[in-house]
């Protein structure tokens, strides 16, 4: 049962370094997103994917990208890291109709020095 | 647009007081609401929805939360407060994104509760 996964649990980078965080979901959910969590900031949207082979910006879309590979799976770019893209990544994925909710991954947590 | 305002960064309860979170929302059209709660170094996990059924919500762990439309409120509640209710609650807004297909989510600030033993 495991739901939506993301690779890695944690990440120290340098500034200007680049690396991608995996998400893959396991309910054949059409919709997934990326979102930033800062303190007192609650959850940001950077990307969102309605369906395999689109995705759009969403709040904070700013040095990042993001490919949805397949159905399932959906990552997140970062091509030249930054101090400010500290902050902890959660990959999200949801069912067809509105009033389904959204299901998380237990988040990436980034640190660029 | 939609917005979510939660009022208190930050609540304190006894074990065993009446816990209550608030939530304010903001929607052009009906809304779909959710609670979430989020353990320490972990995800956000679904405490509870209202999708129009009922306005009374029922959710784990013995939460609910009522929807009143005339104060745009879907306040958090439970009758007694448990250690392990320790976490950050988020409330969450549900819109569709114009041409997308894909609902977004709005959230709160998030509420950290602390429970005094």
């Known amino acids: 049962n495991a739901g939506v996964t993301q690779t890695p649990k944690f990440q120290v980078l340098k500034t200007g370094q680049s690396m991608t965080l995996q998400c893959a979901q396991d309910m054949n959910h059409n919709s997934m997103y990326w979102y930033r969590q800062d303190p007192g900031m609650g959850l940001r949207l950077i990307y969102y994917s309605a369906s395999e082979g689109t995705t759009d910006k969403g709040e904070v879309p700013n040095g990042y990208n993001v490919s949805r590979l397949n159905k399932r799976e959906f990552s997140l770019r970062l091509e030249s890291a930054a101090p400010s893209q500290t902050s902890v990544y959660f990959c999200?994925?949801?069912?067809?109709?509105?009033?389904?909710?959204?299901?998380f991954g237990d988040g990436t947590r980034l640190s660029i020095l | 647009a939609q917005s979510v305002t939660q009022l208190g960064s930050h609540v304190s309860v006894s074990e065993g007081a009446l816990v209550l979170l608030r939530c304010n929302y903001s929607s052009s059209v009906p809304p779909y609401l959710f609670w979430y709660v989020q353990y320490p170094n972990q995800g956000l996990q679904l405490l509870l929805k209202y999708t129009s059924a009922a306005t009374l919500v029922k959710g784990i762990n013995g939460f609910e939360a009522e929807f009143k439309k005339s104060e745009t409120s879907f306040h958090l509640t439970k009758p007694s407060a448990h250690m392990s209710d320790a976490a950050e609650y988020f409330c969450?807004?549900?819109?569709?994104?114009?041409?997308?297909?894909?609902?977004?989510?709005?959230f709160g600030k998030g509420t950290k509760l602390s429970v005094i033993p």
């Open positions: 999200a994925s949801r069912g067809a109709s509105a009033n389904q909710p959204q299901h």
């Open positions: 969450a807004v549900s819109r569709a994104y114009s041409g997308a297909g894909s609902y977004q989510l709005t």
